[in-house]
Nanobody
Framework: VQLQASGGGLVQAGGSLRLSCKAS????????IGWYRQVAGKQREWVAA?????????KYADVVQGRFTISKDYAKNTVYLQMNNLRPEDTSIYYC???????????????????WGQGTLVTVSS
C-alpha cells in the first residue's frame, strides 16, 4: 500500500481544511489509518486514527478533540481529516499512515504504523 496525503494549504485562524489520504491499493481490511503531524525540530505528534474495519472506531488527541473529524470512504480508498476551527498551533506538516496490525489499544502508537505517506503542509495564520 502506498499513501498519498493532500489538501494542505494556508488558512486563517478559525477556518477549515479537509485533508485526504488516498491509498494506492485497497485499505487494509484490518488495522487502522492514522494522522500525525510534525513541526520542524519537534517530535511527530499523533492527531487521530480510525480503524479500517466496517463501522470504524475513531480516536483523537485531546488537542484536536471536537475540532477534527476523521472518516473513511472505502469506495475511494481514501481517509479524510476534516479540520475545523483551526488554530495557529495546528500549523504543521500532516502525515497519514497505516498498518494492518494496528489495534484499538495502540491506535496512537507511531511505532505500530509501518506504511507512511508523504506530508502535506497546513499553515494557519493568526
Amino acid at each position: 500500500v502506498q499513501l498519498q496525503a493532500s489538501g494542505g494549504g494556508l488558512v486563517q485562524a478559525g477556518g477549515s481544511l479537509r485533508l485526504s489520504c488516498k491509498a494506492s491499493g485497497s485499505i487494509f481490511v484490518t488495522g487502522a489509518i492514522g494522522w500525525y503531524r510534525q513541526v520542524a525540530g519537534k517530535q511527530r505528534e499523533w492527531v487521530a486514527a480510525i480503524t479500517t474495519t466496517p463501522g470504524g472506531v475513531t480516536k483523537y488527541a485531546d488537542v484536536v478533540q471536537g475540532r477534527f473529524t476523521i472518516s473513511k470512504d472505502y469506495a475511494k480508498n481514501t481517509v479524510y481529516l476534516q479540520m475545523n476551527n483551526l488554530r495557529p498551533e495546528d500549523t504543521s506538516i500532516y502525515y497519514c499512515a497505516t498498518d494492518p496490525s494496528v489495534i484499538r489499544s495502540n491506535l496512537a502508537s507511531q511505532a505500530a504504523y509501518n506504511y507512511w505517506g508523504q506530508g502535506t503542509l497546513v499553515t494557519v495564520s493568526s
